[in-house]
DNA sequence: TGCATTTCGGATAAACTTGTATTTTTCCGG
DNA sequence: CCGGAAAAATACAAGTTTATCCGAAATGCA
């Protein structure tokens, strides 16, 4: 995998908290349900990322979490730098934690380039298109559904 | 990072091990000092890829490691799916063991195109390119050191 | 004020990865 | 056939990630 499996919950919940009407607070214990995330857990992310500043919590009753800002300002490559810590791809694979132009390594060039295609897929992705995404595959997925269950349906 | 240090260490280890004269074999002491690997560490991981066949060992003096197999063969992808499990890349991002095109999943369609990036590097490097690959950036290293240790040596 | 609800924060534990040490087996040379 | 050299195998230790639990603090409501 490419991030923690830390990071994958946090994003992971943060889509459905994207969905919530402006305001309004979710439970920990549905987001978990909602997303199979083990709900002590996700629980202690959630903490972290209002530590961050990425989310708002409030105690007692109709308490919760809500996002603190616009899911468009919320990268996956904010909350993966959030969970796993920032540099998280900045060393080279090949190892040296050093690893520029003037070091004498195998996979800097090839690695250099990669990097930079995850950092924009990352970067460039946030909070906002994943739950724009998740929509649209919703639809997708149950009107193909509704034209019978085996795969492929229709005309292949 | 995006494979584990043991696959890390295998590929580093590998290089040295395909710029030796064909047919002899290098010792697991030689292979760390050079590499800096832990060398008990590194006896084992050599140890697994020899039984997968990459490399051919002989105990007794004048014994080692050695490839066994040419070392265009050896691509990257090979290693990390040998040290961390094939499938490392298979599953989405987004969580679901299953994810294809039929599950709704917000985070499918732009991880596919990058994971194939991926898999388009790793598969597409091979140990002969790695080592090929330090050699040219060592002469470059190395020329540019001749004229000056300062960092971007030359008119900038 | 007192109670129910819900996060917060720390403690604990299980699982996996990484690293080290020790012993056993195999091979070569004399 | 014996002794040393080297990988192979095994066991163990430390560190990190993942997961669980529980008491404390905060909040809103009656």
Known sequence: MIYSRSAEYAIRALIPLAQLPTGEFALVKTL??????????????LQDLARLGVLKSTKGPHGG????QPPKEITMLRIVEAMDGAGRYDGCI?????????????????????????????GGTSVADLAKALGEKRRVVASR???????????A
């Open 32 to 45: 978990a349900a909602e997303t199979g995330i083990p709900s002590h857990f996700l629980a202690k992310i």
């Open 65 to 68: 979490f809500r996002l603190n």
């Open 94 to 122: 090949g190892g040296g934690a050093e690893c520029n132009d003037r070091v004498a390594c195998a996979m800097h060039d090839g690695w250099m380039a990669l990097r930079s295609r995850i950092m924009d897929y990352l």
């Open 145 to 155: 559904g509704r034209r019978g269950s085996r795969k492929s349906a229709g005309r």
